[in-house]
T-cell receptor, first 113, second 112 residues
Framework: GDSVTQMEGPVTLSEEAFLTINCTYTATGYPSLFWYVQYPGEGLQLLLKATKADDKGSNKGFEATYRKETTSFHLEKGSVQVSDSAVYFCALMKGDNFNKFYFGSGTKLNVKP | NAGVTQTPKFQVLKTGQSMTLQCAQDMNHEYMSWYRQDPGMGLRLIHYSVGAGITDQGEVPNGYNVSRSTTEDFPLRLLSAAPSQTSVYFC???????????FGPGTRLTVT
């Protein structure tokens, strides 16, 4: 069935380091892909999305490119800040249906000053 | 705007007890949903609603009931709590289906 696999955390980086959080998916057809972020004590919020192959989603310095050939949607940021410490969730959606929306298990990022 | 609010933040229940997790949103969103999050797993959909008076089941509906009498509120009822329902519960709302969901801060439930 359809699913999303994320790299296990936690990921610990120093401030200004380069970030990559890997996400791969299994799905037939052309799903839409998302990254959600959960800051400490808060609910999840949408960070970025891409709806077709080769699309790049970007927001707050984060980027992810929809790669159909490798079924991946890796999250990247060139220079992380302490304020980026959070849990990051990759997700996919097939069609306009809540039952076709799948979250990954989340990757915790810790950024040290 | 408060966004999506959930109460309580923490709850401990004994096996067999019942309770209601409250969820409210002030964004006039038509769509609302409930998820649970367990260690090492992604969020799993329990129930969702596409508008007042309309609800449907998600991936893991057993042991939970919902109703949607108003646009703003979407309570989740545990009828007879079991240890397997120990989890963190998230409520979400959205304007256009599952595309961009706004989540509440979660309720951490422990069933002993």
């Amino acid at each position: 069935g359809d699913s999303v696999t994320q790299m296990e955390g936690p990921v610990t980086l120093s401030e200004e380091a380069f970030l990559t959080i890997n996400c791969t998916y299994t799905a037939t057809g052309y799903p839409s892909l998302f990254w959600y972020v959960q800051y400490p004590g808060e609910g999840l919020q949408l960070l970025l999305k891409a709806t077709k192959a080769d699309d790049k989603g970007s927001n707050k310095g984060f980027e992810a490119t929809y790669r159909k050939e490798t079924t991946s949607f890796h999250l990247e940021k060139g220079s992380v800040q302490v304020s980026d410490s959070a849990v990051y969730f990759c997700a996919l959606m097939k069609g306009d249906n809540f039952n076709k929306f799948y979250f990954g298990s989340g990757t915790k990022l810790n950024v040290k000053p | 705007n408060a966004g999506v609010t959930q109460t309580p933040k923490f709850q401990v229940l004994k096996t067999g007890q019942s309770m209601t997790l409250q969820c409210a949103q002030d964004m006039n969103h038509e769509y609302m949903s409930w998820y649970r999050q367990d260690p090492g797993m992604g969020l799993r959909l329990i129930h969702y609603s596409v508008g007042a008076g309309i609800t449907d089941q998600g991936e893991v509906p057993n042991g939970y009931n919902v109703s949607r009498s108003t646009t703003e509120d979407f309570p989740l009822r545990l009828l007879s709590a079991a240890p397997s329902q120990t989890s963190v519960y998230f409520c979400a709302s959205s304007r256009d289906g599952p595309y961009e969901q706004y989540f509440g801060p979660g309720t951490r439930l422990t069933v002993t």
